[in-house]
Nanobody, 125 residues
Framework: VQLQASGGGLVQAGGSLGLSCAAS????????VGWFRQAPGKEREFVAA????????YYADSVKGRFTISRDNAKNTVYLQINSLKPEDTAVYYC???????????????????WGQGTQVTVSS
């Protein structure tokens, strides 16, 4: 499956952004999907994940209550709504997909077999 992340941009602290992860080549409904981010000089970190059906989601503690992951399988797209943005949310955001399997707090963090190219989110203070 090929993934294309979009929706990033420059926003002031406290603002909101909606990221999208669109799939091509294969139907995204065959995959669990996660969002990750990587800030300059830091390791890539898990942000959120959603099962193929959308029935279960997981979030990193740092984004709970501010980020919402969702999906529309009819549109072959997974979304990440980001609210109450903070400067520390500045990063490149990546979406990733893995084949359907157990969905636990540990394995939602990986490994993922398919990755999008990333979209930059910059939050100014």
């Amino acid at each position: 499956v090929q993934l294309q992340a979009s929706g990033g941009g420059l926003v002031q602290a406290g603002g909101s952004l909606g990221l999208s992860c669109a799939a091509s080549a294969r139907t995204l409904s065959s995959y669990d999907v996660g969002w990750f981010r990587q800030a300059p000089g830091k390791e890539r970190e898990f942000v959120a994940a959603i099962t193929w059906s959308g029935s279960t989601t997981y979030y990193a503690d740092s984004v709970k209550g501010r980020f919402t992951i969702s999906r529309d399988n009819a549109k072959n797209t997974v979304y990440l709504q980001i609210n109450s943005l903070k400067p520390e949310d500045t990063a490149v955001y990546y979406c990733a997909a893995k084949t359907i399997g157990p969905f636990t707090p540990s394995n939602v963090k990986g490994p993922y077999g398919y990755w999008g190219q990333g979209t930059q989110v910059t939050v100014s203070s």
